[in-house]
């Protein structure tokens, strides 16, 4: 092995473990954040507090309103923000690679669509089914999103070959119908009204453990599972043919890609509605530091999509506090002009 | 051994593309395939390579049904190289050509030391590896290429496909790559297939021709069997003449494409018999502002063929390299001779096969049209015909024909016989 390749294998090295820690300090940041004030020291020692043997050595000097402030509401929220940040960002470096579309985002083959539709059905009718703990807003959302991808890749599917520019359109086409649909139930909600839109720019504020608990399985299995392809990945940028004669099964893979991406966004659409431009944008700017090489770019990714969700999450709480923001004003409010500077930073074509 | 396929067949719905294509190729074999475009060939890789699926027929490696071999086997099997390659993601010639590995490394493992040493072989062998780390999109036509070949290579193959490899390539380029490939059949011993647009590249490198033509084999064979005059006449539409060529002794194919003079001009002629770059020095003197010109026989490739087409000269009888006239040429020539007003012979050696050059000088005398010669050799010194081109010539002078030593006082005469007309 050249020094060369050794010398990459450390520089990968060095930019996981400094995302490590970079994600460390944000998820402390955000968790200390808040319209409530906690200190930090009150913070530490709740946690020393919770360990087994040394903890009964703390003295409880804090309100019991601040324990449950920040293990029942800032705890899960932080820890869903990162889940979910890592979600989109990897399920949007999946897709630009499959679909070779540097506008490919996660919501882009229809569960964006889906989960609208659902959620709003769920808000209009009022229903009240619920299931593991899920809201009924969450359930209709994840069904929504998980049936209108399916029936999308049905629609592009020719024989056994899966066509990405029909699959696409199909989730172009479908996306624009049930967006109809949706903005209908919106013209006829009245006071459900703001509820609607509330959920569609998408946040963290209802976060609790048992959504922590509902997703975090299939977030972390999905991500594995696209971790393990990364190689097909680099592969499928060459061209579906030059893929398949490198022993590709690109078929296979294409399908095992857009079923774990189609499922970790559905379940992170589920607990925060519509989140917007973590998907897009976090692959382009991971593109932009580490290079195409998805062996590094599908973790790298992962690591900034967390620590930019938590971070936009902790601004969103403080910047009109004590009333909250959607996050997806922040994530759009910031990332954009940090995406852009890349961008005329940047040396060479990036896609 | 090697690779077969019986009877392949395939189509789009009611649409034939192939049917009963059946041969066999072995290991150290170059195979061809050639046709006009739509004829099959890309179709008929793509088959070979599973990109697509037969409606009936069997393709077999080493006796076993690609069918049953799974895409990551057959990679480590066959390698295709597609027409053109490129990529705007910033990946690095190496990383490219490390690519080639995919079928040997395991999902959760990562590149070993034997992966790495053969990439550095495959590079080495085709010259890339100075620019490993090079862009491979920085890169140029010829480069990328070559480093797709050794992608090829550091897949280990036993079979290589190639579509139309050197079709976006200069002639260099396309050599080099010719010839690398030749090399490996010979050292890997491997079997090559290739779908080929240029009949004397193919005619040249490969070993044996399929002929593909409206989705059938309509010949195969060695190169000297498929590629006659007749075959391609039938099969693309196109005279022409084959020819071994006496340098490099491989065939070479020679469109022919018959002259349709321009007849509408209305300016006095002049026709211009030369040869050997001979008569270039008296071409770029005659005002073609006033005058028309005319030239025969030259064979194509001669330097005067080139700067009678740089003069943009459309009345030119061609024959093919180093060939004798040919009689059809022969009277193409008196045509044109009769048409003209005066005739110029140059300062060319004749042989026997252009012999007939001196004629068509005879025959301008005897039908009244002037014949100026220039002679700045005596015709004793380029004579190679034992005496016959002597005998021609003096019978020339006898009729009237002029003889000078310098292009002016010719190029003079010329001008006062074109003026009295």
Known sequence: MDIK?????????????????????????????????????QILKMLLHKIPFIGGKISVDWKESSEVIFFRIRLPRVVLGMLIGSALAVAGTTYQAIFKNPMADPYIIGVSAGAAFGANLAILMGFSLSLFGLSPISLFAFLGSIIVTFFVYNVSKIGRKIHVETLLLSGIA???????????????????????????????????????RNVIIFIIVGIIIILFHSRELNLLLMGDETAQ?????????????????????????????????????????????VGPDHRILIP?????????????????????????????????FFGGPFFTYLLLKRKKSIF | MGLSIDDLKFGYRDKKILEKIGFSSHHGEMLA???????????????????????????????????????????????????????????TAHEIVMMGRTPYISRFGSEQKNDFDIVEKAMKRTDTWHMKDSLFFNLSGGEKQRIIIARALAQEPHVLLLDEPTSSLDINHQIEILTTVKSLVKEENMLVIAAFHDLNMAAKYFDRIVLLHKGVIYAQGRPEDVLTESNIREVYGVECVVKRNPITDSLYVLPITKKKYDESSKKPRIHI??????????????????????????????????????????????EAPFSPISYENHLENIKLVKESKVVIMSDFSVGSGNLLNLEAALIALKHNIPVLIYEKRKMEQKDFTNGEAAKLYNELIDNGALSFSSKKDLLDHCNIIMKKL
């Open chain 2, 33 to 91: 395939l050639l046709g006009p475009n739509g004829s099959g060939k890309t179709t008929l890789i793509k088959l070979l390579s599973k990109i697509l699926n037969p409606e009936r027929g069997v393709i077999k490696i080493e006796d076993v049904d690609i069918e049953n071999i799974s895409q990551k086997d057959l990679a480590k099997e066959m390698a295709v190289i597609p027409q053109s390659f490129d990529t705007s993601f910033s990946f």
């Open chain 1, 245 to 289: 004669n490198l022993g590709v099964d690109v078929t296979r893979v294409k399908k095992i890609l857009l079923a774990a991406s189609s499922l970790i966004t559905a379940f992170a659409v589920s607990v925060s509605g519509l989140i917007g431009f973590v998907g897009l944008v976090i692959p382009h700017i991971m593109r932009i530091i």
């Open chain 1, 5 to 41: 390749s050794k010398n990459k294998k450390r520089k990968w090295s060095t930019i996981i473990i400094l995302l490590i820690i970079i994600l460390f300090i944000s998820l402390i940041i955000s968790s200390v954040t808040g319209s409530a004030k906690i200190s930090n020291i």
């Open chain 2, 273 to 318: 018999i030369s040869g050997e770059g001979s008569g270039s020095g008296l071409m770029n003197r005659i005002d073609l502002d006033k005058y028309d010109l005319s030239l025969g026989v030259l064979n194509l490739y001669d330097s005067d063929q080139e700067t009678a087409e740089y003069l943009k000269i459309k009345k030119v009888v061609l």
């Open chain 1, 174 to 212: 479908i996306g624009a119908f049930l967006s109809a649909v949706t903005s209908f139930m919106m013209y006829i909600a009245g006071d459900k009204l703001h509820q609607m839109v509330y959920w569609m720019m998408g946040g963290l504020w209802t976060s609790s453990w048992a959504d922590v």
């Open chain 1, 300 to 332: 790298t990714s992962a690591l900034f999509g967390a620590i930019f969700l938590v971070l936009a999450d902790a601004a969103a709480r403080v910047v009109l506090s004590p009333t909250e923001i959607p996050v997806g004003i922040i994530t759009a």
